[in-house]
């Protein structure tokens, strides 16, 4: 069974940084790319980031998070990242990770971005 369990998300102020992490079971991890995907509230589902398979050397984001989030894995930890730095309040969403393909999601984790 696929799972996909997203954590580290939380309330932090504009300017700060939180480290997202999406550990992944039941497939094998390090032949998947993977993303991340947002939702504000009120708003639809926005991609933010992609990694490719094994070593993950080729990464995209969208123009919104470009320069200030970083997408990693650590295939031996089955595990996906999104380092996100310099927080705005419209950052604020639940965060998703997916397996490439799109078939499966994480549960996501809160984001909320706030003095």
């Known amino acids: 069974e696929v799972q996909l369990v997203e954590s580290g998300g939380g309330l932090v102020q504009p300017g700060g940084s939180l480290r997202l992490s999406c550990a992944a079971s039941g497939f094998t991890f390090s032949t998947y790319w993977m993303n991340w995907v947002r939702q504000a509230p009120g708003k639809g589902l926005e991609w933010v980031s992609t990694?490719?398979?094994?070593?993950?050397?080729?990464?995209s984001y969208a123009d919104s998070v470009k320069g200030r989030f970083t997408i990693s894995r650590d295939n031996a930890k089955n595990t996906l990242y999104l380092q996100m730095n310099s927080l705005k309040p419209e950052d604020t969403a639940v965060y998703y990770c997916?397996?490439?393909?799109?078939?499966?999601w994480g549960q996501g984790t809160q984001v909320t971005v706030s003095s």
């Open positions: 990694i490719n398979s094994g070593g993950g050397a080729i990464a």
């Open positions: 997916a397996q490439g393909g799109w078939r499966y």
